[in-house]
């Protein structure tokens, strides 16, 4: 035999052998295969047997490549018989070919986010005192943002609130529109529409145009309250608010109470714990005061009440706004707001 000639019946051997193999689609096909080229009498066994009859020079170079075909053919068997057999149990919805004791894939268990854990947490404490969670619209109009609180327009209060307005013109050429800058809208809304007593908690996304840094976003979450009814006191406001600060952040805390301005109360406060960090002594935690400034609260202004359409003589009531992302900070130690909202799982797993 010509070296050519082995080396060219080996190539044509092998190409052969490739499309027959394709082709067998069952085991037993699989089999007959085999046999024709690799059993005793197969066309593959046969190149290999005369080989004895060849030059030297032939028997290695035919030999070569017919060691080489016969282990290419041999793992093609053994990738071919594998794919047949999955297809089958696949199938014949072969019980045997799906194990149910083995365990399965662990899934990766996801968490609650933490500005969603600690509203969830502040909600449940007001619940505990009998107040009912209600939620409002995101985009607001102008007249429960700022008209109904106080504020009327041209008032030097709206410049604490950097409003982002909604690009929607009435028949007027106004543009009434906004997201709201607070949650404090709830108050008015709610009290339109019910009459006290009224003691609801209200969660929801704020917004306002501003720069942001460590304790700001543009986009955070607030907490409104209020509680309206007949003879209801600043004492009750101190007395609800304390409990909440002892319940969030421990047995022990102080809290202080001080005189600050928000057009829709009267008297108006910001509420601040003993700084839990340093116990009072000053630390970088509370800028060296030993307090932490926590929400702005007071008791609802007549005017407040008078525009929703409760008797300012008969009821009085208290309200409170907060940020619960800024008391999450505090809770738990995290030093940058804007760790809230950067999709960072590396933060996200630790709550
Ligand atoms: C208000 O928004 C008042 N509506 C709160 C209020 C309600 C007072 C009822 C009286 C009666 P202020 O702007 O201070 O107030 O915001 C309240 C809380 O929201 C702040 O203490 C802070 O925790 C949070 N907050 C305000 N601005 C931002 C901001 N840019 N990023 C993150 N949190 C903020």
Known sequence: MAEGTGAAQVEEL?????????????????????????????????????LGGMSPEERRFVGGAANRVKALLEESLGQREQAIKRAQSRGSGDQDAFDVTLPGWPMPQGGLHPTTRIVREILSVFQSMGFQVVEGPEVEWERYNFEMLNIPKDHPARDAFNTLWVDYEDE???????????????Q?????QTKPPIRIVSPGNSYRYEATDATHEWQFTQIEGLAVDRGVT??????????????????????????????????GVDMSIDCFSCGGSGCRLCSGTGWIEIMGAGMVHPKVLEAAGVDSYIYTGFAFGMGPERIAMLKYGIDD????????LRFLKQF
């Open 14 to 50: 092998m190409a052969s052998a490739m499309s027959e193999l394709e082709a067998a689609d069952s085991l037993d096909r699989l089999e007959e295969w085999r046999v024709s080229y690799m059993g005793r009498r197969g066309r593959l066994t046969q190149i290999l047997r005369s």
């Open 172 to 186: 007027n050429g106004d543009k009434p529109m906004l997201l709201r800058t607070h949650t404090s809208p709830m």
């Open 188 to 192: 008015a809304r709610y009290m339109e």
């Open 234 to 267: 600043f004492a009750n406001l101190k007395g609800t608010l304390f409990e909440f600060a002892r319940r969030i952040f421990g047995e022990d805390r102080q809290v202080r109470f001080r005189c600050d301005f928000f057009p829709f109360v009267e008297p």
């Open 337 to 344: 707001i804007r760790l809230f909202h950067a999709n960072d």
